[in-house]
């Protein structure tokens, strides 16, 4: 893209929130972004939500606050179609003065997972499932969002409703539009189980090309919203009586020659597979501070409320927090189902994806798969709170393997330190923090 058609664009990376942290930039500058003169604090990809240093971080006081340096992805720079002033947003990612992968980078720490599978050949392809709810924001209190077509506040669900696809038809077709503009590829939209709830499918695509049209698309949808007059959140739980937003992730693996390891001809699929999901399932539990990163994560994960809260897998199962998809052989895929609409795509992927690598480099066997209702099984659960989430974390060895010491360190202290704020706020309250931010 030719940044100088603008006047000014923006440059970006994601903290450990998923949030986007950067600069805008005259268009004089585009010709410098690939030099890695483009700096910004490492601090800065490890702000709370709220968006405050992290206090006692060894990346500030303690190192004087030193600068990385920012290049651009390879995801290329896209436009911003929310906007009322055409601009342009470069992704980037961070690495250290000497060149270095920032390991507080979430991008990076996918991209080294993404590389254990390279490491055999391999390629891993993914899709997600974006499920986000139009809300009301103006009051004291949180509400449903107004049906477009009466004005009246909406009170009941719409589950695979024509007719409430109809009443947002305007800004469900720019969606469309904007994906088109951005070339991110938005195939299915329906209207979910919650009042005014709403769930997009992207493209099966290279794993990594998949988590950065996640994140763009989470904040295209926000600004979108914000431009037909809604609020979009992706918050896991908006409304404590009503269906929570989740973020399904599908994956699958080709090799060299561009097949399937998870496909042997039949429904069953490959030892390879079972090892996958035998790695997801072991990781499970200690990986629920990514699949559930804040205060209002946890008020999704009860039991019976159509999020998995119990490590168990099944064969075309939805109750199942790992699903076996059905369909064409050569098409078999995991689906993961824990996590919240709430989560930084970079991390729940490098989660899901090196504790599926783990599990296939350690040859694990999963239990036996789980028919019927998966809500009733007696299952390993995930964590029961945040804060054991937080501890839990911090201390398992699989996900050592997985994420970088520093990595580790730097979101563990940052979710103590959200923790210990957001429990001086009334719960009632808690979507003012959350409603736009994640």
């Known amino acids: ?7 000014t664009f923006r440059v970006a990376a994601c903290d450990l929130n998923g949030r986007m942290r950067g600069k805008r930039l005259p268009a004089s500058h585009g010709d410098k972004l690939g030099g890695g003169t483009l700096r910004m604090p490492l601090s800065s990809l490890n702000l709370d939500v709220f968006g405050a240093d992290i206090e006692n971080s060894p990346l500030v006081f303690e190192t004087g ?6 290049f651009p992805t390879e995801r290329g720079a896209v436009p911003l179609p929310w906007l009322d002033v055409p601009q342009a947003l470069v992704p980037m990612v961070m690495h250290t003065e000497d060149g270095a992968p920032f390991a507080g980078d979430p991008r990076h720490a ?9 490491a055999r050949g391999w390629e891993v392809f993914a899709a997600t499932e974006l499920e986000f709810t139009l809300v009301d924001p103006s009051g004291k209190s949180l509400k449903t969002v107004r049906d ?3 004005g009246r506040r909406m009170k009941a669900p719409g589950i695979l409703s024509l007719g409430q696809m109809d009443a947002f038809d305007a800004f469900l077709s720019d969606l469309y539009s904007a994906g088109a503009e951005m070339e991110i590829p938005v195939e299915t939209a329906i209207s979910e189980a919650g009042i005014g709830q709403f769930e997009l499918t992207l493209h099966h695509q290279s794993a990594m090309r998949a988590a950065d049209d996640t994140w763009l698309f989470k904040t295209m949808i926000k600004g979108l919203a914000r431009q037909h007059g809604y609020v979009a959140t992706f ?19 080709l090799d060299g020659d561009g097949r399937n390891v998870f496909d042997d001809g039949t429904e069953r699929g490959t030892d390879i597979l079972r090892s996958a999901v035998a790695g997801c399932l072991a990781a ?6 990514i699949f559930a990163p804040h205060a209002n994560s946890y008020a999704r994960l009860v039991p019976g409320a159509h999020a998995p809260t119990g490590a168990g897998w099944g064969y075309e199962n939805r109750t199942a927090a790992v699903r076996i998809p059905g369909g064409p052989n050569a098409a078999r895929r995991i689906e993961h189902r824990v996590a919240g609409g709430d989560i930084n795509p970079y991390l729940s992927f490098a989660a899901i994806l090196g ?11 999963p239990p036996a798969p789980i028919t019927g209702n998966a809500y009733e099984a007696d299952l390993p659960q995930l964590a029961a709170d945040w804060g054991a989430a937080i501890d839990l974390f911090e201390a398992d060895p699989l996900i050592a393997r997985i994420f970088p010491a520093e990595l580790i360190r730097n979101l563990v202290m940052t979710k103590r330190q959200e923790h210990a704020h957001i429990s001086k706020i009334d719960a009632e309250d808690h979507w003012k ?5 994640v």
Do not use: W
């Open 1 to 7: 893209m030719d940044l100088t058609q603008f006047q």
């Open 65 to 70: 606050d030193i600068d990385g340096c920012l």
């Open 110 to 118: 996918l991209a080294a997972v993404l590389d254990r599978y390279a």
């Open 148 to 150: 477009p077509r009466s």
């Open 235 to 253: 918050m896991a739980k908006p409304f404590a009586d009503d269906t929570g937003n989740g973020m399904h992730m599908h994956f699958s693996v």
């Open 284 to 289: 499970m539990p200690p990986s629920t501070l």
């Open 355 to 365: 504790a599926a690598i783990t599990g296939i480099e350690d040859g694990m066997t």
């Open 433 to 437: 923090t959350y409603l736009e931010t």
